[in-house]
C-alpha cells in the first residue's frame, strides 16, 4: 500500500457526499490491515488497473446506504432493492471514476472496472498479499468504511501482469 | 448476449490451464444465463478484465475442490485453506484469465487484467448488477468449477463514472 493513493480516494469521497448528497464527510483514523476483510451489509468492489493496480471496497451497512440513496434519489428509499443497489454501486463507480481523474492529475493513469455488490455481512474478501488501508468516513447518514488495497504497478510491467504469474507457471 | 468470440478464449484458457497445472481434464456443462444475484460456493475468485472487453470472471468452487487442484498443483497434500492455499487459488484464477486476456488480444481485443479478489464462504452473495452473467461449469475429477462471465464488449469505449449519478441509476442501460 503506498500513501500517495490515499488523499485521491479520500478527497473524491469528499466531493462526491457534497455533489450527489450534500452531505458533509469527516474522515476518521486510518488503520492497515493485512487480513481479510469481513464484509459489512452491504460493499462495492471496484477494481484499479494501470500504473496503480489493486481493490477498493467500499463497505457500509444497508441503512447509511437507505439514507444515502434516498437522498440522491430525492425519493424515499425503504427497502434494499435492486435500484438501491444500482445507486450504491453507482456511488462506489463515481468516487472511484472521480479518484481516477484525480490520480491522472498526478501523473498516475488508471482504469477502473465495472463495481461489484457483495450483499450480506460476514462475507470475507480477501486481497491477498496487498494490504488494506481502511479509511473511515463519517456523515450524518452513517460510516463508510474505504478499503484500499492499491500498489504501485511495478515498473515495465504489463497492468494485468502480476510478477507472480510467471513464478506460478514454473513453480506449481 | 455475451458474444462466443469473447467466452471461448475463457473456455480455452481455463482448460489449458488446468490440464497443464493440476493434470485434470476439463468438460464443460451446459451453459445458462443468469442476471440475479450469485450465490456463491465455499471459494471465489474474482478477476475484472479492463479494457475493449470490460467485465469480470469469476472461478467458484467448494473448498474440497480447491484443496485439490492445490495438491495436484504443488504435489503435496492440501489439508487447510489457509492463506497460502487462498493465495494459489488466486493465482490459479490469475493465470486463467491472463492466459484468456492473451488469446482475446489474438482476436482483436485487447484488455488488461486486475489483481484477484478472494471472496471466502458459502452462500456469499454477488450481484454485478445490469451486466448478465453466463455461467460455465468446468467438471473436472476434482470437482466442478463454476465460471462465470460478466463481459461486455468495450471496443466504442467509453468511460465508467462519466454521466450524471441519478439518471445512470434510473435510466437502466
Not at chain 1, 114 to 134: A, Y
Not at chain 2, 55 to 83: C, H, N, P, W
Amino acid at each position: 500500500m503506498n500513501v500517495k493513493y490515499v488523499n485521491p480516494f479520500v478527497q473524491a469521497a469528499f466531493e462526491v457526499f457534497k455533489t450527489e448528497a450534500n452531505l458533509e464527510a469527516r474522515r476518521g483514523a486510518l488503520s492497515l490491515h493485512s487480513s481479510a476483510c469481513t464484509s459489512d451489509d452491504v460493499t462495492v468492489l471496484i477494481s484499479v488497473v494501470g500504473q496503480a493496480r489493486g481493490v477498493v471496497l467500499y463497505s457500509m451497512s444497508e441503512n447509511t446506504v437507505l439514507r444515502i440513496v434516498s437522498n440522491i434519489m430525492g425519493q424515499p428509499f425503504e427497502e434494499f432493492d435492486s435500484l438501491a443497489q444500482s445507486g450504491v454501486a453507482e456511488i462506489g463507480n463515481v468516487i472511484t471514476g472521480r479518484a481516477s481523474s484525480l490520480l491522472a492529475e498526478e501523473g498516475i493513469e488508471v482504469r477502473i472496472s465495472p463495481p461489484v455488490l457483495i450483499l450480506g455481512k460476514g462475507t470475507l474478501v480477501s486481497t491477498l498479499d496487498f494490504q488494506r488501508l481502511v479509511v473511515p468516513m463519517e456523515t450524518d447518514m452513517g460510516n463508510i468504511h474505504i478499503h484500499l488495497a492499491v500498489d504501485d504497478t511495478p515498473e515495465g510491467m504489463f497492468p494485468g501482469d502480476l510478477p507472480h504469474v510467471a513464478a506460478a507457471e514454473v513453480n506449481l | 448476449m455475451i458474444r462466443a468470440e469473447l467466452v471461448n478464449p475463457f473456455l480455452l484458457a481455463a482448460g489449458e490451464v488446468l490440464a497443464s497445472e493440476a493434470g485434470v481434464t476439463v468438460s464443460r456443462g451446459p451453459l445458462t444465463l443468469e442476471r440475479d444475484v450469485y450465490e456463491t460456493d465455499h471459494v471465489t475468485v474474482l478477476v475484472s478484465v479492463i479494457g475493449e472487453v470490460w467485465g469480470m470472471a469469476f472461478y467458484g468452487m467448494s473448498q474440497d475442490t480447491a484443496k485439490g487442484i492445490l495438491s495436484r498443483m504443488l504435489g503435496q497434500q492440501v489439508t487447510a485453506f489457509d492463506e497460502l492455499a487462498q493465495s494459489g487459488i488466486g493465482e490459479l484464477g490469475n493465470v486463467i484469465t491472463g492466459k484468456a486476456t492473451t488469446k482475446l488480444a489474438e482476436h482483436g481485443y485487447n484488455a488488461n487484467i486486475s489483481v484477484p479478489t478472494l471472496i471466502i464462504g458459502k452462500g456469499s452473495r454477488i450481484s454485478t448488477l445490469d451486466i448478465g452473467r453466463l455461467v460455465i461449469p468446468l467438471q473436472t475429477e476434482l470437482g466442478v468449477v463454476r465460471l462465470d462471465l460478466a463481459l461486455r464488449d468495450n471496443k466504442a469505449g467509453g468511460a465508467p463514472g462519466s454521466v450524471d449519478l441519478a439518471l445512470r441509476v434510473a435510466v437502466p442501460q
